[in-house]
Structure formats: structure tokens, C-alpha cells
């Protein structure tokens, strides 16, 4: 048998996971040279873990507290944006939505209604998939953000609905209603098939 | 599994109180996390990154999503061995995204050519900068930091027979360059 090459001495190091393995420590027993480079395999990793540490050579904490305070920002705004709007969304259908009702503008108020119903549920399932206590990947993690920063633009819009005309309103409800919808369904999306690609 | 779970104690002796306040979304907390592992993941991470800017964002993006993910830390596992595959995961989507230079003939490419490298010595830390990062990255996360060609296999999104192949070209290139007796 020739010597050992270096692809089965290194996988001689995880013992039970290669064919021919008997043979090959047979001939590790056997033979001087192969048995050298195996010591030298062994001394060349052990020197690889002796290594000195290596240190940053910038302070990072800042960086990364402020980034975390960001995102908290963000969840508070959007938390307490969504109490608000649902609070109004209440009001507003227990009153028969009087206040969004359409005049002239032969909106379905049944539409809106739906939109805001709608919403609901999906931040329901959001709120029951708990994306906060999960590990995403940088991809997903800026998919998701992109589509909270969205939803975060739509709930200030429709707080800003409040100062429009009747008429103009109702239109603009109904948009930005229906928009939300889409981008919290996205939202889900996103987190469902992340916590199925990572078989939770 | 032992080994980081000794390095939690090292690191950080009264880890359970600091990440009980930690996931309450302490401050103080979450820095003494950061305090106790920032220099075992930066040096994962410059093992595995091509800069040392690379490696210190890898470093805040880890912490970034410890903060965040704290309460899903289900202590099964030793928190080292959580915070460093959370490391090890950035940084080799790190590489993904830096279009990192996998095999040896791109990487002959890149640096050229040396007849003399039989008979090159190169200290180990100049030999472990000069592989191509994914057999850099797969040296140091099998032969240092003990993960398994299977784990290795998971993280990179390729076979263990991939991981296989790149640590015995790794050690190859090693040997030659550390001016180590070869065998015929």
C-alpha cells in the first residue's frame, strides 16, 4: 500500500465516517513516515488552536446599543400607532363607522371595514408566529425590517387622514387600509416561510 | 458541547443571572454579554472574514441579533456555543455576500502562481491568511472550534463532502507553506 494521503490522514481524525478506514489505520501502524505526518497534522492543528486571540480594534458596544434602541423605537411607535388605529377602528365600527362613512364618493363602506378586519388578523398571526424571539438571517432580517419600516409609514399616513376633507378621507382610507393589508400579509409571509425553512 | 460549556464559566461566571436580566432587555446585561464574548467572536469571525472591517461588522451584526433573540435562548446548549453559531452564520454569509473565492485555481489566480512554495516558511498565522476563505473558514470552524463536516456542511449551504475536500486542500497548502516534510 502507498502512504497515506493527506485527504485520509485528516479524515482519520473523525474516526467511523470513511471506507477504507480499517486498511488505512492498518497501515498508520505500520509505517513510520505516514505515522510522522500524522503527528505533524496533530501538532499543526494544536498550534492553530494556540494562537493568539485577535481583538477588535474598534469599540462596538456603541454601535450595537444603538441599534438595538433603534428597533425598539420602532416596535414602540408601531405598537402604539396600531393601539391607536385599533382603538379608532373600534370606535369608528361601533358607530357605525359614521365617521368614515362615504358620501359621495360611492366607496363601499363594507370595503374599509374589511381592510381594517383584516388587518387585524394578520396582526394576530404576527403577533402568535412571535418574529421578535427568532434568529433570521441578514436577508430576511432586511426583507422584514423594509416591510415593518413600511407599515410604520402607512399607520402615520392614516393618523394624518384625521385633518383631511370628508370626501378625500374616505378615499384615502380606503388605500392605505387595503395598502396595510398587503404589507402585513407580506410581513407573514415572510416570517412563515423563514420558520419553515428553518423547520420551526 | 463540554468545552463551551466551560468557556460559559470562563467567560462569564454568573451567566445564568446576567442572561435572566439580559431578557428582560436589561442594558447592563446585554453589555456584559457583550463584554464577555466580543473577543472569541471577533477572532472567529477575523479567521473567517477577509478584513479586519468585515469581521468588526460581523461582531456588531452577531451582538445586534444576541440582543434581539436573547429570550430564545433556550440554555439546552451552552450560550457560547449559541452566540458563536449565530458568529459563525454571519460571517460566512459575510463571505456569501463578498462573492468569497472558494477554490484553490481562482485562488492561484488571485495571488499568482509561486513555483517556490515547496520551499516557502511561512509563519502559521501569514500560511492561515493566504488560503482561499472558504478553506480558511472551514479549517478554523472544524479543526478549532470543533464543529462537525455535517454542521459545517449545514451552515455553508454545501455537502460534508465539500467541507471534506477543502480542509484536506487546506492542510495541504499548510504543510507545504509551513516548509513541512510532504511524503511522496
Not at chain 1, 11 to 20: F, I, K, V, Y
Not at chain 1, 110 to 123: K, P, W
Not at chain 2, 86 to 91: D, E, G, M, Y
Not at chain 2, 151 to 162: C, D, H, K, L, Q
Amino acid at each position: 500500500m502507498s502512504h497515506l494521503s493527506v485527504e485520509t490522514l485528516v479524515a482519520l481524525r473523525d474516526p467511523g465516517t470513511e471506507p477504507g478506514e480499517a486498511a488505512a489505520r492498518e497501515h498508520l501502524e505500520a509505517c513510520p513516515l505516514c505515522r510522522a505526518e500524522f503527528e505533524r497534522l496533530h501538532q499543526r492543528v494544536a498550534r492553530l488552536k494556540a494562537l493568539p486571540a485577535l481583538r477588535p480594534s474598534r469599540e462596538r458596544w456603541p454601535s450595537v446599543l444603538n441599534q438595538l434602541r433603534a428597533e425598539r423605537q420602532r416596535r414602540r411607535f408601531r405598537t402604539g400607532g396600531l393601539a391607536g388605529l385599533a382603538a379608532a377602528a373600534s370606535v369608528a365600527l361601533a358607530l357605525g363607522v359614521s365617521s368614515l362613512r362615504p358620501k359621495d364618493t360611492g366607496l363601499d363602506l363594507a370595503e374599509i371595514q374589511q381592510a381594517m378586519a383584516r388587518s387585524q388578523v394578520l396582526e394576530s398571526a404576527l403577533d402568535r408566529i412571535d418574529p421578535e424571539s427568532r434568529v433570521m438571517d441578514g436577508q430576511t432580517a432586511g426583507i422584514a425590517q423594509e416591510l415593518e419600516d413600511r407599515i410604520a409609514r402607512v399607520d402615520r399616513e392614516l393618523e394624518m387622514t384625521e385633518l383631511m376633507e370628508q370626501q378625500a378621507r374616505d378615499a384615502e382610507l380606503l388605500r392605505l387600509w387595503r395598502e396595510r393589508v398587503g404589507l402585513l400579509d407580506a410581513l407573514v409571509d415572510v416570517h412563515v416561510t423563514h420558520a419553515s425553512n428553518v423547520g420551526l | 458541547m463540554s468545552r463551551t460549556i466551560a468557556m460559559d464559566s470562563y467567560l462569564l461566571a454568573d451567566a445564568d443571572s446576567v442572561v435572566a436580566r439580559a431578557r428582560q432587555g436589561d442594558e447592563t446585561a446585554l453589555e456584559a454579554l457583550y463584554r464577555a464574548f466580543e473577543v472569541p467572536v471577533y477572532n472567529l469571525a477575523r479567521r473567517i472574514c477577509r478584513t479586519t472591517e468585515d469581521a468588526e461588522d460581523v461582531l456588531q451584526e452577531t451582538f445586534f441579533e444576541v440582543c434581539r433573540s436573547i429570550r430564545s435562548y433556550r440554555e439546552e446548549g451552552s450560550l457560547w456555543g449559541w452566540i458563536r453559531t449565530i458568529a459563525a452564520s454571519k460571517a460566512l454569509m459575510r463571505l456569501r455576500r463578498n462573492k468569497y473565492r472558494e477554490t484553490d485555481e481562482l485562488h492561484e489566480e488571485v495571488v499568482g502562481r509561486r513555483k517556490d512554495d515547496t520551499h516557502l516558511r511561512m509563519d502559521l498565522e501569514a500560511a492561515l491568511e493566504r488560503l482561499p476563505e472558504v478553506s480558511r473558514a472551514v479549517v478554523w470552524l472544524h479543526d478549532v472550534e470543533g464543529y462537525t463536516h455535517d454542521e459545517i456542511a449545514g451552515m455553508m449551504g454545501r455537502t460534508p463532502s465539500f467541507s471534506k475536500s477543502q480542509l484536506a486542500r487546506a492542510h495541504a497548502r499548510l504543510r507545504r507553506w509551513l516548509g513541512e516534510e510532504a511524503i511522496v
